[in-house]
């Protein structure tokens, strides 16, 4: 198994690395619990509004909005695993997540590449996702594969099936993955027990996990909600990541852009541990600041980097794997 490299840790011998205080973090943290408990999420999946109610959330029934009481929220994350194995094909290439344990992954996801071969720049095609993913298998550096391009020679009803089948043939390290809906989400959990040696035998050692993504500003289209229930029912890791934009999603100082990150991240979370208890989820962040001049999101810019490190930092706060993006 592999492990990586700590950040953050306080020790005497090196750096490490603090973005607030335990004070402030007492702070974002109460004003998301203000914002889910007085505004609320709006949830289009009539599946995930039912589990919400049936556990005691507060749920709009005409308007799909959702509020989460205190003691919810509380209960939902004391359920949450700490370290989660993201396992690969072969067992080497496992990766334990949680901590302050620092692995590297792939990002994606881009739609076009430039050819090696003529320099023209073109559509991703299948067979650049299979190519990147046998280059990544590769690389001792990168620890779990997030495919950076698309399938986009396959059809639009089953590209992310046809990403899945080319990662399982040319990987063996960790797949994290994503999946247009819940009954995609099936076919891959299908097909992934065929690879991993039957159901049990995947929820042992699961060799891919799920994004979600709200839609910012606090909504979990149906979409991202079956998801997210689909992983739960199922013991496949979810990582729960918002690309809020500051300035156009959320408040435009970090502050503000956190609560409303830290809300939308925590409504998925409480989602999956209220479908069932004990799901490994991974509290993931691609949120960044949004440029006023162009109409658009920017990555590698310092407010990124900040609201990078802000999420890591709340993720340990809530004892939770963190997934950020980079730029």
Wanted: proline residues 5%.
């Amino acid at each position: 198994m592999k492990r990586g490299p700590t950040a953050g840790t306080v020790i005497s011998t090196g750096w490490g690395l603090k973005t607030f205080s335990r004070d402030a973090l007492d702070k974002i943290h109460a004003a998301t619990l203000d914002v889910l408990q007085s505004t609320g999420v709006r949830v289009d999946s009539q599946e995930a509004l039912k589990i919400l109610d049936r556990e005691g959330c507060w749920v709009n029934k005409k308007t799909g909005v959702v509020r989460f009481p205190e003691h919810i929220v509380k209960q939902a994350l004391t359920m949450c695993p700490s370290q989660i194995l993201l396992a690969g094909r072969n067992p080497d290439n496992d990766f334990m997540m949680g901590g302050r344990e620092v692995g590297f992954t792939t990002f994606g996801t881009g739609v076009q590449v430039e050819d090696l071969e003529t320099g023209e720049i073109r559509d991703s095609t299948k067979q650049d996702v299979a190519r990147i993913a046998r280059l990544t298998d590769a690389l001792k550096h990168m620890d779990v594969l997030s495919s950076p391009v698309e399938a986009r020679d396959t059809p639009v009803a089953s590209h992310d099936l046809h990403m899945f089948e080319a990662v399982l043939m040319n990987c063996t390290k960790h797949y994290a993955c994503e999946a247009e809906n819940g009954q995609r989400m099936q076919t891959m959990i299908a097909m992934a027990e065929v690879v991993a040696g039957g159901v049990e035998a995947l929820k042992r050692r699961p060799i891919f996990s799920m994004s979600a993504c709200p839609t910012s500003p606090l909504q979990l289209i149906e979409a991202a909600a079956d998801v997210i229930v689909e992983s739960a029912r199922n013991w496949i890791p979810i990582n729960v990541l918002s690309m809020v934009m500051a300035g156009a999603t959320s408040p435009i100082s970090v502050s503000g852009t956190l609560v409303t990150h830290n809300a939308e991240v925590l409504s998925g979370i409480i989602l999956a541990q209220l479908t069932n208890p004990g799901t490994p989820v991974i509290y993931g962040s691609s949120s960044t600041t949004f440029d006023m001049r162009y109409g658009t999101a920017v990555v590698g810019v310092p407010e990124m980097a900040m609201i990078s490190a802000a999420a890591a930092d709340l993720a340990n706060f809530y004892g939770l794997p963190s997934y950020v993006a980079g730029g």
